[in-house]
Nanobody, 116 residues
């Protein structure tokens, strides 16, 4: 069955870095655009970053541009989100998403907390 398993979340101080990973299985990974979304408590889920199926194009939410980097490895079926210069407002549950225009899959999410 389809699985998206996120890892790498945790507690980090402001200004610190974290690297999230998402391991995919159960579908043709290389044919799906991959994204990271996040949802803070009491807020709507928002797009953080997206990368096209072949990895040739990326886009980012305005609040993370210049700080976060999304990448993928189609051979390993993984997508990562490198998060630098973290701020308290980055605190949220981060979700991995796969989408090909017909099917959309979600991971269970991983908590990121930025606090001193």
């Amino acid at each position: 069955q389809v699985q998206l398993v996120e890892s790498g979340g945790g507690l980090v101080q402001p200004g610190g870095s974290l690297r999230l990973s998402c391991a995919a299985s159960g579908f043709t990974f290389s044919r799906y655009a991959m994204s990271w979304y996040r949802q803070a408590s009491g807020k709507e889920r928002e797009l953080v970053a997206r990368i096209t199926s072949a990895g040739g194009s990326t886009n980012y939410g305005d609040s993370v541009k210049g700080r976060f980097t999304i990448s993928r490895d189609n051979a390993k079926k993984t997508v990562t989100l490198q998060m630098n210069s973290l701020k308290p407002e980055d605190t949220a549950v981060y979700y991995c998403n796969a989408d090909n225009g017909f099917h959309t899959y979600w991971g269970q999410g991983t908590q990121v907390t930025v606090s001193s």
